[in-house]
């Protein structure tokens, strides 16, 4: 069946600290999505990736299709980071399959 | 920016009673999404629409219903609520491939 599969499921930071998450899924995609949910709940985009690397401030984000994962790079982690981070895939059509989410806290 | 707004950030409703969500998007999209979100479960999709008066179920729409009357506006019924539907309800739009989200909204069923 249908696997996203998100690690690690938590991570905790020193301030500074630069992290890697991980989303692996288990067929080809034609769409990928990383959300972060900040403490509010709200899910704010931050990178569509289905294949690819891409670069945005202090994160980054590099999808390998053909080996079937994407990894999520935060560099110099602040508190405003904590939350909850998404990795979201479609395989075909418009429906999109979330990962269980790597919960990232980082302490002052 | 796209704008996806929802009725109601936090709802409180007794059990057996009709509940509407509403969801609104600004940017003229086709598709429109409905999930709810449980601790350790992560998003799971309840009903989309990828046009007007059109929709397809998703991985969990038991117990729920929808309606899309005009493009804008997508709303998720809950035609007698139970303890079970309790969870955070989030609503998205979509046009090609990238996927914007509301604020989300907390339903506690007593």
């Known amino acids: 069946g249908i696997q996203v599969e998100q690690s690690p499921p938590d991570l905790i930071l020193q301030e500074g600290a630069n992290s890697t998450l991980r989303c692996n899924f288990s067929?080809?995609?034609?769409?990928l999505q990383w959300f972060h949910q900040n403490p509010w709940g709200q899910l704010i985009n931050l990178f569509y990736?289905?294949?690819g690397t891409k670069q945005n401030g202090r994160l980054s984000a590099t999808t390998v299709a053909t080996e079937r994962y994407s990894l999520l790079y935060i560099s110099s982690s602040q508190t405003t980071d904590s939350g909850v981070y998404f990795c979201?895939?479609?395989?075909?059509?418009?429906?999109?399959?979330f990962g269980t989410g790597t919960s990232l806290t980082v302490i002052p | 920016d796209v704008k996806v707004t929802q009725s109601s950030r936090y709802l409180v409703k007794r059990t057996g009673e009709k509940v509407f969500l509403e969801c609104v998007q600004d940017?003229?999209?086709?598709?429109m999404f409905w999930y709810r979100q449980d601790p350790g479960l992560g998003l799971r999709l309840i009903y989309f629409?990828?046009?007007?008066?059109?929709?397809e179920k998703g991985d969990i729409p038991e117990g729920y219903s929808v309606s899309r009357e005009k493009k804008e506006r997508f709303s998720l019924i809950l035609e007698s609520a139970s303890t079970n539907q309790t969870s955070m309800y989030l609503c998205?739009?979509?046009?090609?491939?990238?996927?914007?989200f509301g604020p989300g909204t907390r339903l506690t069923v007593l």
């Open positions: 629409s990828y046009d007007v008066k059109m929709k």
């Open positions: 979201a895939v479609a395989f075909t059509g418009n429906q999109f399959y």
């Open positions: 998205a739009s979509s046009l090609g491939n990238e996927q914007f």
């Open positions: 940017m003229d999209h086709e598709n």
């Open positions: 067929d080809s995609v034609n769409n």
């Open positions: 990736i289905p294949s």
